[in-house]
């Protein structure tokens, strides 16, 4: 079986791909390196810098963790094949087509294009891992802060789904909820709720490289949710991410009336 990884390069990812390599055999790696926004006009400078100053401890934390995955995972399992700053380069359609694979797993690319997902679709399938409940919360930057932001703690978990042309709209293989303890701090949440993602994607990909059945379940069938996008992520979102962690993550009661996609459907 021919694995492809199309990841970001983030410590994160590279801890991902070491631990699907320990599983499954990896083909070959993709790195996506998107270039920097442009710094815009004076106000989208002012607004990144109260983003900024408003959600430090975010930050604090989501860099913390990263340093944990660095430490550990200094480098990708095998040597990527090429780096690109768009994952839909003519390039990457060249790699695809030379190894063609059963699987191709993604994660912290920018969108796939239907020319992609076609070259894939011609011999394998495209998983796809998001931090987030998925339909009940999509998008970025990151869902772990927005359901801190909405005060959906609930929600802090991770989906594994199919891939389609959509933000985070494809059908679902296995949605979770992170096992939290609620006295978490800000890093401790980021890295448990990273450790589950990854957790939820090792078990799926075993699965498939077994070739046992996997769901496929259209997210309409599950309910209905909210689409963030990066240009939301403003400062009044940071400053109520970081005001309901301190206020009211630790007291606030727990839901468990979500509906959730099991990697094992009860028998």
């Known amino acids: 079986m021919n694995i492809i990884l199309l990841f970001s390069d983030d410590a994160n990812q590279r801890a991902l791909a070491h631990r699907i390599a320990r599983i499954a055999p990896v083909e070959a790696i993709v790195l996506c390196k998107p270039g920097q926004p442009g710094r815009g006009g004076i106000s989208a400078q002012l607004g990144r810098l109260a983003r900024g100053l408003v959600g430090l401890p975010l930050r604090k934390a989501w860099f913390a963790m990263l340093r944990r995955y660095e430490r550990e995972y200094p480098d990708f399992p095998i040597e990527p094949r090429l780096a690109v700053s768009d994952i839909n380069d003519p390039a990457v ?12 797993i993604v994660s912290g690319t920018n969108l796939l ?3 992609l997902i076609d070259a894939i679709s011609r011999t394998g399938r ?3 891992l998001h931090t987030g409940i998925s339909p009940y919360i999509k998008g970025g930057p990151n869902c772990t802060n927005w359901c801190l932001a909405t005060g959906r703690f609930d929600l802090i978990g991770n989906t594994v789904m199919w891939i389609d042309t959509g933000i985070d709209s494809g059908n679902l293989v296995a949605t979770e909820q992170t096992p939290l303890e609620r006295t978490e701090s800000l890093t401790e ?13 090792l078990r799926c990909v075993e699965r498939f490289a077994a070739g046992s059945p996997l769901p496929d379940v259209p997210q309409a069938e599950i309910g209905s949710g909210r689409l963030f996008l990066s240009r939301h992520w403003n400062a009044a979102a940071a400053a109520r991410a970081v005001l309901n962690f301190y206020l009211y993550y630790r007291r606030a009661p727990r839901r468990a009336d979500l509906r959730l996609v099991a990697l094992t459907p009860p028998s």
């Open 93 to 104: 359609l060249a790699v695809i087509d030379s190894i063609s694979p059963d699987l191709a």
């Open 189 to 201: 949440l980021h890295v448990k709720v990273m450790d589950h993602a990854h957790s939820l994607l």
């Open 126 to 128: 495209i998983m796809n």
């Open 113 to 115: 294009k239907q020319p």
